[in-house]
């Protein structure tokens, strides 16, 4: 069985010289739940971008066991599902159906299958009823909702989200950390939702300037004021 993440000394800078990731290296076994955290710039997303082969940089990733080269972007892209930042830049397609049916129907899924895994990935969502909807025209919330969907129609085995509760009001933050827990997926999520991450994730690693500055126990690393403050992080007071 491969790993189903595994990054090896990568580090990265953008056109601009910006050197966003510096040397990390991060292995994440399968069905394993872990918590990306660090303060704005840390590197997260540029991270996330990088498994799936939208940027790349040097040193080695393989994703759900295959190498992140040109030549595997199609199967990796199958089998790990990635939700961006912004959901914008994950839906495109005039209704939300559409929206949703573009990876199975890219995978040359018969028809019906199509329609069965759309079906079931909006009724996951609590979308059910936005099919004919236009994408672009939803809320931040149903947005990111409809995003997550996106992936989840192609049973990916691997899923990446960044930031998915930003924007959410409580009921939607609730809802998508219920589908979480039930989801049997390996996940790697990017947050800056403390409380989720320390319901959800029993792995947490920490970013702060493009480095992996800590990785272990949610319960250990989030009991660490010390830690937490030297990276910009902290625990709401629940006073
Ligand atoms: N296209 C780009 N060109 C140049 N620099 C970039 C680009 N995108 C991001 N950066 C820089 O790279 C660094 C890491 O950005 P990144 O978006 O990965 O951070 P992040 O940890 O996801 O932050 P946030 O919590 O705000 O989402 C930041 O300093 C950012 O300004
Ligand atoms: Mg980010």
């Known amino acids: 069985m491969h790993h189903s993440i595994e990054i ?57 066991g295959l190498e992140v080269k040109k030549e595997n972007l199609e199967r990796i892209r199958a089998r790990i599902g990635l939700v961006f930042q912004s959901p914008e830049d994950q839906l495109f397609s005039p209704t939300v159906l559409d929206d949703v049916a573009f990876g199975p129907m890219y995978q040359g899924l018969p ?27 939803l809320s931040l919330g149903e947005k990111k909702r409809i995003a997550i969907a996106t ?20 009921r939607a933050r609730r809802a998508l950390i219920n589908l979480l827990r039930e989801l049997d ?30 990785d272990g126990q949610t319960r250990e690393l989030l009991d660490d004021a010390a830690l937490l403050e030297a990276h910009g992080l902290e625990m709401p007071d629940l006073q």
């Open 151 to 170: 992936v989840l129609s192609m049973t990916p085995e691997v899923l990446v989200l960044d930031e998915p509760t930003s924007g959410l009001d409580p």
């Open 8 to 64: 090896e000394n990568l580090s990265f800078k953008y056109p601009d010289g910006h050197q966003a990731l510096r040397d990390v290296c991060l292995h994440i076994e399968p069905c394993e739940k872990v918590a990306l955290v660090g303060p704005n710039g840390a590197g997260k997303s540029t991270l996330i971008l990088h498994l799936n082969g939208i940027l790349t940089g040097e040193g080695d990733i393989r994703s759900a």
């Open 185 to 214: 997926l390996t996940m790697l999520v990017s947050s800056h939702d403390m409380l989720m991450v320390r319901e959800l994730f029993p792995r947490v690693v920490i970013m702060d300037e493009g480095q992996i500055v800590a």
């Open 111 to 137: 028809e019906d299958e199509v329609q069965a895994r759309v079906f079931e990935a909006l009724e996951v969502v609590g979308m059910g009823e936005y099919g004919a909807r236009v994408s672009h025209h």
